[in-house]
C-alpha cells in the first residue's frame, strides 16, 4: 500500500471514530463519560490488521494533524487518550520514535527580528550580539501542531516580556517531534525534554541558573517538565521555575507510562488549567494550580476548537505586561462555587508572571470573556504591544 493511501485510510479511520462517536450521543446531554464508552467500543473493535497497517511517525504529514481540528474537542481528547493505551496494549506499533535533534532550535526573539540557533550548541545562542547574558531567560516550548510560525501566540508571548524590557526570550523550534500524529508527539516528550535539559546544561555555564525560566503549553508543558527533572539528574542543580499552562491530558494517564509536569521538577512550578478534563490535565499537578472559570472545561468567550485550552497562554501573556500584574486574583478554595459563595477565606494572590513563589495549593478566580481577561484588569490595561515591544519602539 502506498504512503497517500496508507495515511489517508488511518486519518480516515480516526475521522470514522470520531463521527461514530459524536453520532451515537446525537439528541443526547454529551459528556465525557458518554464519550469515553463510545469512542472505547469503537476503538477496541479495530482489528489487529488495522493497527498494523498505521503509517510509520515519520511518514505521516504534519498537514494531516488539522484534519482533527474540526471535530468537538471531547471526542478528539477521548479518541487521542483511547488511541495511545490501545496502541501500547496491541504491541503492533511503537509509538516512540528519537527526535532529530538536528532539526531543533533555539530560536531567539527580538523586537525586529528572529535568530535560530542549533539547540545542541547553546554557546551559539550566549554569542549573538542580541543575547544579554546579564538579564534573564524565559524559554517557551508550545505544544502539539505548533511550528512557531502560524501561531500568533508565541510572538504574542514575546512582545509581552519585550515591553519589560528584562529578559531574553528564547522560543523552542522542535522541528517535527511534536508535529506528527498526537500520539507519537506525546510519547516524543520524555526525549525532546532530555535534550532540552542538555541543552541547558550547557546554556547554564554562561547563564545563571538563576535567571532561567521554563513556560511550557500543553505537550510543552510536559517538555520542560522532563527537561527541570532531567537538568537536575544531570547538574545536582533545579530550575528556580517552570510554568506549565494547560499541560496535556490525553495520554498522560495515571498508571501509565508517561508521566507529566508535576511539582519537584523546579523549586517552584506553578500551572493555570484552562481545559481541565479535555485537552488539558483537570488534577493539581505544581505547588500551586491555578483554576479560572474553575474546572469547567469551556472557559468564557470561547467556541471554536482549542480556544479554551489556548486561553492559558491567553491569561498568562495579560499578565507579564507592566501593570498587569495582579489582573487575576485567585484564593486558596474547593472549587469556583465555593468562592461565589464566599465560603473561602484568605488573601487573594496574582496567577502568572507575578505569582508568589511560596504559594501552594489550588487557587480558584473567574475571568472575563473579553480582553482584558483578568476580573482586577485596570481599565486602560494594555492587552496588545501598542507603544512598547514593537521594532522601533525602544
Not at 517552570?242 to 491530558?249: Q, S, V, W, Y
Not at 478566580?365 to 481599565?379: C, E, I, S, W
Request: net charge negative; charged share 20%.
Amino acid at each position: 500500500m502506498g504512503l497517500q493511501p496508507r495515511v489517508m485510510k488511518f486519518i480516515g479511520t480516526i475521522i470514522l471514530i470520531i463521527s461514530l462517536t459524536v453520532k451515537g450521543t446525537a439528541g443526547m446531554h454529551i459528556n465525557r463519560s458518554i464519550l469515553g464508552s463510545s469512542a472505547s467500543d469503537i476503538v477496541r473493535g479495530l482489528s489487529s490488521q488495522s493497527i498494523r497497517e498505521i503509517p510509520a511517525p515519520d511518514q505521516l504529514f504534519s498537514t494531516a494533524i488539522k484534519v482533527l481540528l474540526g471535530f468537538p474537542e471531547q471526542a478528539v481528547f477521548t479518541v487521542l487518550n483511547q488511541a495511545c493505551s490501545i496502541y501500547l496494549a496491541s504491541g503492533a506499533i511503537n509509538p516512540r520514535i528519537t527526535p532529530n535533534v538536528e532539526e531543533m532550535y533555539f530560536e531567539l526573539r527580538t523586537p525586529c527580528k528572529n535568530i535560530s540557533v542549533p539547540i545542541a550548541q547553546p554557546e551559539q545562542l550566549v554569542n549573538l550580539e542580541e543575547f544579554d547574558a546579564e538579564k534573564k531567560v524565559v524559554i517557551f516550548v508550545s505544544g502539539w501542531g505548533s511550528d512557531g510560525k502560524e501561531d500568533s501566540y508565541i510572538q504574542d508571548f514575546a512582545n509581552a516580556f519585550f515591553c519589560r524590557g528584562e529578559h531574553n526570550v528564547v522560543y523552542i523550534n522542535t522541528g517535527n517531534s511534536v508535529q506528527t500524529l498526537y500520539t507519537w508527539s506525546a510519547f516524543n516528550t520524555e526525549e525532546v525534554g532530555n535534550i532540552l535539559a542538555e541543552s541547558l546544561k550547557g546554556l547554564t555555564e554562561s547563564v545563571p541558573v538563576e535567571n532561567i525560566h521554563l513556560v511550557g503549553h500543553s505537550l510543552g508543558a510536559q517538555i520542560v517538565g522532563k527537561a527541570g527533572r532531567q537538568f537536575k539528574d544531570l547538574t545536582g542543580q533545579s530550575l528556580p521555575r517552570i510554568t506549565g499552562l494547560d499541560p496535556a491530558n490525553p495520554c498522560f494517564n495515571e498508571g501509565e507510562e508517561l508521566s507529566g509536569i508535576s511539582r519537584g521538577d523546579a523549586t517552584f512550578v506553578d500551572i493555570i488549567h484552562s481545559n481541565p478534563g479535555v485537552l488539558g490535565k483537570p488534577k493539581s499537578l505544581g505547588d500551586v494550580d491555578f483554576y479560572p472559570d474553575g474546572k469547567r472545561a469551556i472557559k468564557p468567550g470561547c467556541v471554536r476548537f482549542g480556544c479554551s485550552h489556548e486561553r492559558s497562554i491567553r491569561y498568562y501573556i495579560e499578565t507579564v505586561y507592566p501593570a498587569n500584574e495582579q489582573n487575576f486574583l485567585g484564593k486558596r478554595c474547593n472549587s469556583l462555587q465555593s468562592l461565589n459563595a464566599g465560603h473561602c477565606d484568605g488573601t487573594e494572590h496574582a496567577m502568572g508572571y507575578a505569582v508568589d513563589h511560596d504559594l501552594k495549593g489550588n487557587y480558584y478566580l473567574n475571568v472575563n470573556a473579553d480582553q482584558p481577561y483578568g476580573k482586577n484588569a485596570p481599565a486602560d490595561a494594555v492587552v496588545q504591544p501598542n507603544q512598547c515591544g514593537l521594532c522601533g519602539s525602544q
